[in-house]
Structure formats: C-alpha cells, structure tokens
C-alpha cells in the first residue's frame, strides 16, 4: 500500500532555532500533501494544503511566516517551523493521498519539543 | 458548533463485548467518510472507508446516515488490541481537505 515516510521522528530543539520536517511519498506521486499538528489528547488540526510547485494553502490561524511550506517535488514536501518557541512543541503529521488507493495515509509523525 | 463531533469517551468495554459509537457531522455538502484508528502517539491509520449503503470490515461495521449527518462504528467482539481513539474524518464537499473529530476512546479491558 501507500507509504508516506515523515522524518525525523523526534527532535528537540531551542527556542529562537528552526526545525525542519520531512514527508515523502514513496511509491506514489503526490501533488497535493497535507500538514496537521495535534496536541496532547486533542485531534489532528489540519495547518496547511502544500501544493507541488505553487504556494502552499494555509488554514486560518496558521502563521505562513512561521510555518514555511516547500514542495518542491512530487514526493517531497517539507515543513518549517522557523524560530521556534515552546508552544511550537506539538506532534506534526503529514498525509498525502496516492492516487491509485482510497483514503489518505500518513507519515509517522514528528514530536517536536522546544526548549 | 464543530464540524465534526465525537463523543470521547472514554467507553470501557469488556473484552468479547460489542460497543458503538457515533460522529456527527454538520456540512451537508460532504462527500466522503472514514474511520481512522490512532494508538497513543502514533499517527492515524485507515480503519474503514464508511459507504452509503454501510459496509462491513471483519468484526467492524461502519453506518452512514445522511439525513441525520452522523456516521456510526460498530466493534463486535471486542480484543485487547482494540483499545485505541477512533477519529471520524470527513472530506470536505470542496475536495481533498479531511476534517477530524476529536476521536473516541476506547479501552477494553479483560
């Protein structure tokens, strides 16, 4: 099935320093991929449509400047979250949808931590 | 009001037993429904697609009532292994964008 392999798993960082986050598609081509934060024992929050080769599409609320979207490529999406501060700290997830399956998979998810 | 709304739960079931539980939603427009599981600290997975004629996954069976905009998950004899938060997502009528329910709890419990 698809597979969406997000990296890294875990990281710590400090305050004021960015932090950037991974999500590949493996075996499938993905235009559109999606970026959710989820805090403890709340549910996925979607930030942001990112978009193969335009500007990614952000949900109300989320900071453009502060979370940088790039996908540059049809199974690379990354995520920044740029001069991070520890309300920042919370699990990022992407998903991205292969075409040839139903329903959207997810990458493994990062667990950042600001200190 | 949420777009998508779960109770939380969390609902206590004996192992071997049946246990449901519903997800409102409030866009009428909406096209497609799922069941996601997620186990603590892991990412959501795909449990179900739910269809409108209702489908059946194993000990899994998922509703779909659009006229009172819910869907519902049903789990027969409940395992050890089913403990988990149940997410209700939706696509939205627009397209790609999933929303989330605040998921269900279960614990089940020898």
């Known amino acids: 099935g698809a597979v969406v392999s997000q990296h890294p798993s875990r990281v710590i960082c400090k305050s004021g320093t960015s932090v950037k986050i991974e999500c590949r598609s493996l075996d499938f081509q993905a235009t559109t991929m999606f970026w959710y934060r989820q805090f403890p024992k709340k549910s996925l929050m979607l930030m942001a449509t990112?978009?193969?080769?335009?500007?990614?599409?952000?949900e109300q609320g989320v900071e453009k400047d502060k979370f940088l979207i790039n996908h540059a490529s049809l199974t690379l999406s990354t995520l920044t979250v740029t001069s991070a501060h520890p309300e920042d700290s919370s699990f990022y997830i992407c998903s991205a949808r292969d075409p040839g399956a139903y329903g959207y998979t997810f990458g493994s998810g990062t667990r950042l931590t600001v200190v | 009001r949420k777009e998508v709304e779960q109770d939380p739960g969390p609902f206590n079931v004996p192992e071997g037993a049946t246990v449901a539980f519903n997800c409102t939603y409030s866009?009428?427009?909406?096209?497609?429904f799922f069941w996601y599981r997620q186990d603590c600290r892991k990412e959501p997975k795909l449990l179900m697609s739910?269809?409108?004629s209702g489908n059946e996954d194993g000990r899994f069976t998922a509703q779909l009532n659009r006229a009172s905009q819910y869907i519902s998950l049903l789990i027969r004899d409940s395992k050890l292994s089913d403990s988990a938060t149940y997410l209700c997502?939706?696509?939205?009528?627009?397209?790609?964008?999933?929303?989330f329910g605040g998921g269900t709890r279960v614990l089940v419990k020898p």
């Open positions: 866009n009428s427009a909406s096209q497609s």
């Open positions: 739910v269809y409108s």
């Open positions: 997502v939706v696509n939205s009528a627009a397209g790609n964008k999933l929303t």
């Open positions: 990112s978009n193969e080769g335009s500007k990614a599409t952000y």
